[in-house]
Every structure is written in structure tokens, then in C-alpha cells.
């Protein structure tokens, strides 16, 4: 099978620019050679990767298959030339980073100002996006509480994180009303199930949300009572802990593929967070990890 690396970044620009003329451009090259290429190879598998249509080229299963596994070879040709690049030149090369948004927000005033600032040859990219995220060709870590660990990721426990209830010191509301985290994509005994465990039975769910800064703000508000990092909860001076309840501890965990591991850049991320958790966590009660 002639499937090599140049027919297979054919069917990766198509996929990503929906149309042989998008996919030219990002190639630099002619949209005929484009379409010609595709064509050759479709033969010589025997089978079609594209559905054509007047609104542009979708995948077809065994096309889904190819860009899958071009995504990872292209991966893995990236990481050949960053590891290179690391040896002779230091720590280099985009790196991108998701998390829960209050978390990233964080890092972005406590940790990662002077993570840019000692390896200025480093650019991070940011995403609050939830689990399962878009496949990049550039390494990818993330920081997740529930979440299982996606497609070839490994989680390494990083420390444990106080949660407490809490609500509005001027308008509290009726014992019975909530607002919780939206867990989705938590698979087994997560976090917001346990505490829905613990709720009596009239308990009203009013509001979910993927992130602790909207809680926190329909907590402010007097919606309803809810569980938030101590670290917010306890500096905000709208807010007081719910009476009688007590502190929930959740693990943090570092997502990466042993492929990102390798890389320079990951690991200085990895050490950068992990020294600097009392800033991030301000307020917490902060137990750190090692593997």
C-alpha cells in the first residue's frame, strides 16, 4: 500500500479545511494536484475516504480511520524534531494546556508569568474545553479533577484540593436549593454524584455549571448553596460556609501521554506547577504528591 506520509497529509489538510481549495492553501499547492492526489490513493485503497458534496468533504468511516491515524504519526514526527530540538537548543515549541477555567486563570497570575519569562522559546495555548478535547499535533497536558484520562493520556495524582459549602452571607437560601458542577463526562463515583448522595431528598437542583467561578456567582447571588473550592469560597467576602457542613477533599490529577512526557518543555511545566501550588491553591489546604 502506498499510503505514505505525503498522501496521508493530503487527507489531514482536507479534513481541516472541509474543501480541496482550503486544503491547497494550507498545502501550497495546486488545488488540481490536490484533488488528483486524494483520487490516487482513494484507488488504491479502494475505498472512499471523502463524501463529496456542493457544501464541501466529509469523512467517511474508513476516512475517519486514515485521519486518526495520521494525526498520531503526525504527533509523533513532531515530537522526533521538538526532542531534537531540545537537546541542542533547550525547551521550545508550543505546548497547550486545559483545565478548568478558575484553575487556568490561576496559573495564568501566579505561575505562568515567570514560566514565560525563563523559557521565552516556549508558547502555551489555553483551553477551558472540556474532555474529550479536538486531537493537535502539538503536545497536549491537562489538569482535571473526575475526569478519566483521554485516548493515550496517563493521569499522575498532583495534590488534593478542600471544598466546602457555601452561601450568600446577606440573602442565604432555603436549605433545600443547589447549584452544582455538571460532571457530564465523569464516569464512576465522581465528585457531584457523591455530593448528590448527601443531599437530603427534597433537594432542588437549580443550576449546574462546568466551572467554579459560575457557581460562585449564583452562590453570590442567593440562588442556592453550593460546593466550591475553598481557595475561592473562603476569599470571597459575599460568602460563608453552609453551618455544620464539613471540608471534601478532591485529587487533582496531570494528564500527558508518555510521548508528551519526553518532551523538555512538559516536564518544566509539570515541575513548575507542582513547586508552586500553595500560590495557585492560596487558602487550601495543599498536600502534594509524588509518583
Known sequence: MKADWDHLKIVLAISRGGSLTAAATLLVMDQ???????????????????????????ATEAGQIVIENALRIEARLGHMRESLDDMHEGAAGVLRLAG????????????????????????????????????????????????????????????????????SKTAPPP?????????????????????????????HMRLTATDAQILQGAIRAGMAQGVLPVCIGDRDPALQRVPNSTAIQRVLHFHASDDARRLKRVGLLYDCIAQSIEPIFAGSKIEPMRV
Open 32 to 58: 488540481t494536484t490536490v484533488g488528483r492526489r486524494l483520487n490516487a490513493l482513494e484507488d488504491e485503497l479502494g475505498i472512499a475516504l471523502f463524501l463529496r458534496s456542493k457544501s464541501g468533504f466529509d
Open 100 to 167: 478548568n477555567n478558575w484553575m487556568l486563570q490561576r496559573l495564568a497570575e501566579h505561575v505562568l508569568p515567570q514560566f514565560l519569562s525563563d523559557h521565552p522559546r516556549i508558547e502555551l495555548r489555553i483551553s477551558g474545553r472540556l474532555p474529550p478535547g479536538p486531537v493537535h499535533s502539538e503536545p497536549t497536558v491537562s489538569l482535571w479533577f473526575d475526569a478519566n484520562p483521554h485516548a493515550q493520556d496517563r493521569a499522575t495524582p498532583l495534590c488534593s484540593l478542600n471544598y466546602a459549602a457555601y452561601q
Open 175 to 203: 436549605a433545600t436549593e443547589w447549584v452544582q458542577f455538571q460532571d457530564d463526562v465523569a464516569q464512576g463515583p465522581s465528585f457531584t454524584r457523591q455530593l448528590r448522595q448527601r443531599m437530603n431528598p427534597g433537594a
